[in-house]
T-cell receptor, first 116, second 113 residues
């Protein structure tokens, strides 16, 4: 398996533009997590899914952020409109059952987002 | 609301010596405590975990200690090697939020040759 695949690897956009980050999970992994890494807050959980259903989105900073998982093979994190403070590295991670709970998650290489 | 805190942003250690990374938490309901390692331009990778019913777990040079009464987690690396230089995140899983996997701020470890 190729692991968790995120695209794009780097994204530079202007303030106010819509940004969409993409993630292809490892096949068979039931859990999918979106994280944001910043110096101040470390690895911050934004939202996670189980079997394509959003379970906890309490980490999503504002209504400008939204995430979807239309099927087991694809998830997106969208920011609209983007702001300079959204600049960070965004990671997607997946974990498989039955490991209760899912302690060993596999991370993608991340998307470095810069909003100017 | 940071339930996990890594109070040392960075740690510098000489090769061959012990590295001790620390983590404090507030919620006593978690089932598992864990450590992940991250190199630059890569995603974090799983390092080691410990169940809440244990107080120690060892894997080669890496040992994790859990002090439930103090709500304190630590990672010992002995002996430290330059290749251990990375950012280390402590985290937790389970409890009332079964599938949730949450991390702290991270500690940058630098091991000097």
């Amino acid at each position: 398996d190729a692991g968790v695949i995120q695209s794009p690897r780097h994204e530079v956009t202007e303030m106010g533009q819509e940004v969409t980050l993409r993630c292809k999970p490892i096949s068979g992994h039931d859990y999918l997590f979106w994280y944001r890494q910043t110096m101040m807050r470390g690895l911050e959980l934004l939202i996670y899914f189980n079997n394509n259903v959003p379970i906890d989105d309490s980490g999503m900073p504002e209504d400008r952020f939204s995430a979807k998982m239309p099927n087991a093979s694809f998830s997106t994190l969208k920011i609209q409109p983007s702001e300079p403070r959204d600049s960070a590295v965004y990671f997607c991670a997946t974990a498989r059952p039955p490991a209760p709970p899912p302690t060993e998650a596999f991370f993608g290489q991340g998307t470095r987002l810069t909003v100017v | 609301d940071q339930q996990v805190k890594q109070n040392s942003p960075s740690l510098s250690v000489q090769e061959g010596r012990i590295s001790i990374l620390n983590c404090d938490y507030t919620n006593s309901m978690f089932d598992y405590f864990l450590w992940y390692k991250k190199y630059p331009a890569e995603g974090p990778t799983f390092l080691i975990s410990i169940s809440s019913i244990k107080d120690k777990n060892e894997d080669g040079r890496f040992t994790v200690f859990l002090n439930k009464s103090a709500k304190h987690l630590s990672l010992h690396i002995v002996p430290s090697q330059p290749g251990d230089s990375a950012v280390y995140f402590c985290g937790f899983a389970g409890g009332t939020s079964y599938g949730k996997l949450t991390f702290g701020q991270g500690t940058i470890l630098t091991v000097h040759p």
